[in-house]
């Protein structure tokens, strides 16, 4: 099943880049009229199209056989451009697993806490990340650090909603059994709580890096500096469209890069407990 799955997207794969290269080969039809006129439609035409596939990928083995240049802030190499969005990415989705598993496991374990914090929860999370970004350059003063802020904070909500909800549907016989055996909260949580909740907070972790990479792009454009985001907008102001596609699907392969990494180890958490 598997192989013909993979089969059959080569082929869907293959037939929309052979169309969309014959389309973007094909002349634009222009109207009768003044010859000078319509010579002046037909370029504004060509210019205007998508490049097609074939100059995609010329272009991308050239930016891929040298990836880490570094010739100035305005001309570096996609691998550095990629390396330091991702390690925004990483530093803003690692402190917002240190905050949202420990809050979480607290808010799952305590109703008392739970109640007391779903109003700041249910008023916080529906707020766009990027809403967050003029005020964090206001207050943190640093372009970097206010993209890894605002990682942050898209990044925390699910994690935190998805282990107070695997913490709280933990089996409550095995909890009485911890407390039978007298086991101290702390250790409860680690050896009883963590492994049954586990599958469920490794999804809310699957949410929150495919939210992380979604918004790191758009802070980059906000930003500027440096980073894919930034890049992006860079090349469309450089009219080069041929980059500009070339990096949005290397954003796609990335990002279902990282999907599948925790994908997989959500399927071996699973498999065993």
């Known amino acids: 099943m598997a192989g013909k799955a993979a089969l059959l997207s080569g082929m869907l794969c ?5 169309l969309w290269e014959i389309a973007a080969r094909t002349p634009a039809a222009t109207q009768g009229g003044d010859d000078a ?6 370029g504004a035409g060509e210019t205007a199209r998508l490049p097609p596939p074939s100059a995609i990928l010329t272009l991308a083995a050239t930016l891929l056989a040298d990836p880490f240049y570094d010739k100035g802030p305005n001309d570096k ?18 402190l917002a697993l240190l905050v949202a598993i420990p ?7 305590s109703p008392l806490m739970l109640r007391a914090l779903n109003p700041f929860i249910q008023v916080l999370k529906p707020i766009s990340p990027l809403a967050w970004m003029p005020l964090a350059l206001f207050v943190i003063e640093d372009s970097v650090l206010s993209s890894v802020f605002v990682i942050f ?28 055996l007298e086991l101290s909260p702390l250790r409860t949580a680690v050896t009883v709580i963590l492994p049954a909740a586990a599958p469920t907070i490794l999804t809310g972790m699957r949410i929150a890096i495919g939210i992380s990479w979604l918004v790191i792009v758009a802070a980059e454009m906000l930003v500027g500096g440096t ?18 596609i070339f ?9 279902m890069t ?14 065993q407990s």
């Open 258 to 271: 990282l999907d599948f990494l925790l994908a997989r180890l959500t399927r071996l958490v699973e498999y």
């Open 153 to 180: 904070i898209c990044s925390i909500w699910p994690v935190l909603i998805n282990t107070a909800f695997g913490v709280a549907a933990v089996d409550r016989n095995w909890l009485n059994v911890a407390r039978t």
């Open 14 to 18: 293959a037939g929309l880049l052979g």
């Open 103 to 109: 809050l979480g496991f607290l808010i799952g374990m």
């Open 227 to 244: 980073g894919v985001g930034y890049f992006i907008w860079n090349e469309w102001n450089n009219l080069d469209l041929s980059s500009v």
């Open 77 to 94: 190499g996609i691998g550095l451009q990629l390396g330091y969005s991702l390690l925004r990415v990483a530093a803003g989705y690692s």
């Open 247 to 255: 990096t949005v699907l290397l954003i796609g392969l990335v990002g």
């Open 37 to 42: 006129y319509s010579a002046l439609v037909a």
